[in-house]
């Protein structure tokens, strides 16, 4: 990381531009203390000392609050934009869209969606519209848990990181409980009477990988079941890659007596690994899957008990902590990201085991 | 339909104002032409008396062309808003917005989706927005091929029906030809030799039913092969109602040797269906579906061949029109809904017939 200091002699330094939140780091409070104190924010209670020390961080660091002024100002437009990479243009994650519509109509906000592609350019021209159409403030939102880098020019605009994370954890986010949501789904299944239990998971090292594992290697020490390698397969997270990992995991001996699949797409593989090899799902192997996309869940024989994202709550809490923001309200937290719990969707997929 | 006429005297009645369309419809001739007259249009070719039968028709119906003249005036923003019903929140027609994004920044516009979940309420705050913001023109996008009642407000806007018709031939539309689609799947299936074949079909009475369904009698007859009312069993458009049509479609005797089915997750069941009758797919029986939804026709077992919905043909083919409009471009038809094809995508569950 660079530190502020490498900045601070020239404000308008095209590669790194003071933002508050550098103030905010070296005063030691928080975005919206400095926002209130440099607004002279009517109502907020801080404190005489606090308020020099984050005028003194201000000066020292060269910080301009122009921009911040601007979006702080009184007449609001009331709208949010939701800035995504791909979450509008493809089925995964438009919950995250409902969820943040419904709380933001529900308090007389307008939301606009604007999906980048993950095209730079196209998300400086999205950046660019916010700023001449004066939206509030703005979500970022990834389709899928990730870090990112935030960019510079949102860093002054009010912001929430949605099923998204940075290193700032003073930056406001809400990402899913991924290592809950792992040992949850291990846990249906132990409390099912499975005690060998086997893991098809993710390839790609992504947050959901390392959460899930851990949940995974959790839920077996509090049972005391000993973790076994041998039960752990990875591979790619769709209906081939399950149909592949759980063909090996059959082949262990003794097999195991249920699975946790990393997604509901691998879990559809599952289910065809099963019916090649001759077993009944729950009846011969109990599967869980992860995400709840419907499509899938529903539409599998037996239907599919899975663990939900919460996508949904993650898109209503990002516009609520939105609007707060704005609204100059401090947050109920101080510290992120916030973790959203993935609850366990029972279906028809899990049974006890029948004796091995 | 409510005659113009009859709100002619009084243009700011709350229930009916007089539109652009109107005044276009007395005139005989296109919005377009009727915008260009009435906005001293340079550049756009109008024979004088075709002008003077619009002023005369717009003077005669006391049409204010205030709200036209604004979002024609040479400031533009460069904007286009998506107003969708659900497409945003709900898996199924995500590269509608991928197409009009696309489209929309390869010519340097910006796409901002707003998403009403069918609420009339948020739809007017929507427009209102839109109108605040000026942006220069709106697709109007339903989630799947429906005839819509397009808000009074927008008709003075460029716009543009997306998946969506109106009984207004000169509004501009674009859908899916599903009556050509229906053909292509039934014609997939004769041309790998299959004659006696199932349609486990839609039960709900939208375009798509009576299209798709036309289509597989065109198929049929082209073939020379004749209707059987008994191979159409109608249910709902999920995994479990094509479980259920297939299941009775498998009942016939002789019973089919391939399945179209109205969509992918139809399909599915299919799949299901023919299992649990120790059928396979497609030796023992070959199914075509309809939507490629990749997370379905791909994670089946043997992947699906299917039929695919052009959404985002259908994004793009809007976005173009839309600008082509906004700048005075005369479009290159003048009857609507356009029709984009419906193209077959074959992957592994289509083979010729074994003996019955």
Redesign the interface.
């Known amino acids: 990381m660079t530190a502020p200091a490498e900045s601070s002699g020239n404000a308008s330094s095209p590669t790194r531009r003071v933002s508050i939140r550098d103030v905010a780091k070296a005063a030691g409070v928080s975005a919206t203390v400095v926002s209130h104190v440099l607004n002279d924010f009517e109502g907020a209670r801080v404190a005489e000392g606090t308020r020099d020390r984050v005028r003194r961080a201000a000066t020292e660091l060269n910080y301009s609050p122009n921009r911040l002024a601007r979006s702080l100002r009184l007449k609001r437009?009331h709208?949010i934009?939701m800035i995504s990479d791909e979450i509008?243009?493809?089925?995964?994650a438009?919950?995250i869209?409902?969820g943040a519509?419904?709380a933001a109509?529900g308090q007389g906000w307008?939301?606009?969606?604007?999906?980048t592609?993950h095209?730079r350019e196209?998300q400086e021209?999205?950046l660019d519209?916010l700023e001449?159409?004066q939206v509030d403030g703005v979500l970022y939102a990834s389709m899928f848990h990730r870090v990112v880098e935030v960019p510079q020019r949102l860093a002054d605009h009010p912001i929430v990181l949605l099923d998204a994370r940075s290193d700032d954890t003073q930056m406001p986010a809400v990402v899913p409980d991924e290592v809950l949501g792992g040992r949850l789904a291990v846990e249906e299944l132990i409390k099912h009477g499975h005690r060998r239990i086997g893991f098809a998971m993710n390839s790609e090292p992504i947050p959901a990988t390392a959460g899930r594992m851990r949940g995974y290697r959790d839920a077996l020490r509090a049972a005391g079941i000993r973790f076994d390698e041998s039960l752990v397969v990875a591979d790619k997270i769709?209906?081939h890659g399950g149909?592949r990992a759980v063909t090996e995991l059959l082949a262990r001996d003794p097999r195991p007596t249920a699975i946790f699949c990393f997604n509901d797409?691998m879990a559809?593989?599952a289910y065809?690994a099963l019916?090649e090899a001759g077993l009944h799902v729950p009846t011969d192997c109990s599967i869980i899957g992860f995400d709840n996309?419907e499509?899938?869940a529903?539409?599998?024989?037996p239907a599919l008990s899975t663990v939900a994202l919460p996508h949904y709550e993650m898109g209503a809490w990002a516009v609520n902590a939105l609007i707060k923001q704005i609204e100059g309200v401090a947050l109920d937290v101080t510290e992120f990201p916030v973790l959203l719990p993935c609850p366990v969707i029972s279906r028809d997929s899990i049974a006890a085991p029948t004796t091995p």
């Open positions: 437009t709208t934009a509008a243009t493809t089925p995964y438009t919950n869209i409902l519509q419904e109509y307008a939301l606009v969606v604007v999906n592609g095209d196209v021209r999205a519209l001449e159409n769709n209906a149909y797409q559809m593989g065809r019916a996309q499509i899938i529903e539409g599998l024989f």
